[in-house]
T-cell receptor, first 111, second 113 residues
């Protein structure tokens, strides 16, 4: 069974630029999550999708972050414009019942 | 406020020794509790999932306990190996219309030879 795929694995941008991350969940998983993990901290939920609908985006900085999940499969997370404090690892996870499976993450560095 | 706390923040142990990591939560309504292992540069991987009625669950050298009355969980690692060096994250799931996930900050474990 293929795992959760994410790309790119690494990205370096300057502040005020925009960036997009892509996630392909495990086939058949209805729930998809985007997390932000700052070095030395646990993951923080940014947005949670159930199929292609949003069930929780309470911690998503909506003035600069956006996410979509077209057709209830792949998802993209966008940051525009980026700030220095956005430097982190962005993790995507998917689940079918109660088990979450995580992708390898995208490490973003904003300079 | 729904919160998950973990202790210690970091831990260094000698290879072959045992250790216990702690997790306290103030989450309601509770659905289940999970322990994840996160190696450096990788996504978290599930070690155990425990529901309200389960007190103990083992996965090889990892044994998790849950006391739903005191809202405490522990992860015991037996006969540690160098490959156990990682961050261990306690996660609590709320019982709502959807699975609301609350992550703890993690405990960084270093196993040294």
């Amino acid at each position: 069974e293929a795992g959760v795929a994410q790309s790119p694995r690494y990205k370096i941008i300057e502040k005020r630029q925009s960036v997009a991350f892509w996630c392909n969940p495990i086939s058949g998983h209805a729930t998809l999550y985007w997390y932000q993990q700052i070095l030395g901290q646990g993951p923080k939920l940014l947005i949670q999708f159930q199929n292609n609908g949003v069930v929780d985006d309470s911690q998503l900085p909506k003035d600069r972050f956006s996410a979509e999940r077209l057709k209830g499969v792949d998802s993209t997370l966008k940051i525009q414009p980026a700030k220095l404090e956005d430097s982190a690892v962005y993790l995507c996870a998917s689940s079918f019942s109660s088990e979450q499976y995580f992708g390898p993450g995208t490490r973003l560095t904003v300079t | 406020k729904n919160q998950v706390e973990q202790s210690p923040q970091s831990l260094i142990i000698l290879e072959g020794k045992n250790c216990t990591l702690q997790c306290n939560y103030t989450v309601s309504p509770f659905s289940n509790l999970r322990w994840y292992k996160q190696d450096t540069g990788r996504g978290p991987v599930s070690l155990t999932i425990m529901t309200f009625s389960e007190n103990t669950k083992s996965n090889g050298r990892y044994t998790a306990t849950l006391d739903a009355d005191t809202k405490q969980s522990s992860l015991h690692i037996t006969a540690s190996q160098l490959s156990d060096s990682a961050s261990y994250i306690c996660v609590v799931i709320l019982k709502t219309s959807y699975d609301k996930v609350i992550f703890g900050p993690g405990t960084s474990l270093s196993v040294i030879p």
